[in-house]
């Protein structure tokens, strides 16, 4: 069945380091692949997603692009701000019509300090 | 931000108690879920419905049910909580009409404690 990893965390990092997640997959056909953020007592919000092999999804200084070849989806900030200290959740979602399930990674928790 | 609630957002009881955990939506989405987030094991689904009065199971579907009898509502049942079942529970709808990629929104999430 499908599948995702990510890496292990924590993570901590200072103000304005380069920040990589890295998310691979498994999966049948070719699904859709997102990063949901969660920020501390809240949901998770969609943060980016991508629907096809080289698409690159980009919101707020985040990018990840869909690589196919590697099966990954891999998070990347130039410049992190304390304020993006949370937890990053990779998924997936197959392409079988009515079925709309995502199927998550375990999360990383990012902490980023001053 | 789309329109999910809650109810309640924070419950505590006792073993063998049932439960109920609602999920309400403003935005007619054809699809609802029910997940459960614990700390190693990131989210997982309990059950899912893609309309009135259908529903199907998760991964984790054992010691819950769920009924939806309307489309903006989305009912998760503990028939008799157990300690295991101590979890943050989060409620996610989706429609494929509003986006291909099956994108889902969430809820701000239920903490549960079972005694």
């Known amino acids: 069945g499908d599948s995702v990893t990510q890496m292990e965390g924590p993570v901590t990092l200072s103000e304005e380091a380069f920040l990589t997640i890295n998310c691979t997959y498994t999966?049948?056909?070719?699904?859709?692949l997102f990063w949901y953020v969660q920020y501390p007592g809240e949901g998770l919000q969609l943060l980016l997603k991508a629907t096809k092999a080289d698409d690159k999804g980009s919101n707020k200084g985040f990018e990840a692009t869909y690589r196919k070849e590697t099966t990954s989806f891999h998070l990347e900030k130039g410049s992190v701000q304390v304020s993006d200290s949370a937890v990053y959740f990779c998924a997936l979602s197959g392409v079988t019509g009515a079925n709309s399930k995502l199927t998550f990674g375990k999360g990383i928790t990012l902490s980023v300090r001053p | 931000d789309a329109g999910i609630t809650q109810s309640p957002r924070h419950k505590v009881t006792e073993t063998g108690t049932p439960v109920t955990l609602r999920c309400h939506q403003t935005?007619?989405?054809?699809?609802m879920y029910w997940y459960r987030q614990d700390p190693g094991h990131g989210l997982r689904l309990i059950h899912y419905s893609y309309g009135v009065k259908d529903t199907d199971k998760g991964e984790v579907s054992d010691g819950y049910s769920v009924s939806r009898s309307k489309t903006e509502d989305f009912l998760l049942t503990l028939e008799s909580a157990t300690s295991s079942q101590t979890s943050v529970y989060f409620c996610?709808?989706?429609?494929?009409?509003?986006?291909?990629?099956?994108?889902?929104?969430f809820g701000p999430g239920t903490r549960l404690t079972v005694l």
């Open positions: 999966a049948t056909g070719y699904p859709s």
């Open positions: 996610a709808i989706s429609d494929p009409s509003y986006a291909a990629s099956n994108e889902q929104f």
């Open positions: 935005e007619n989405h054809r699809y």
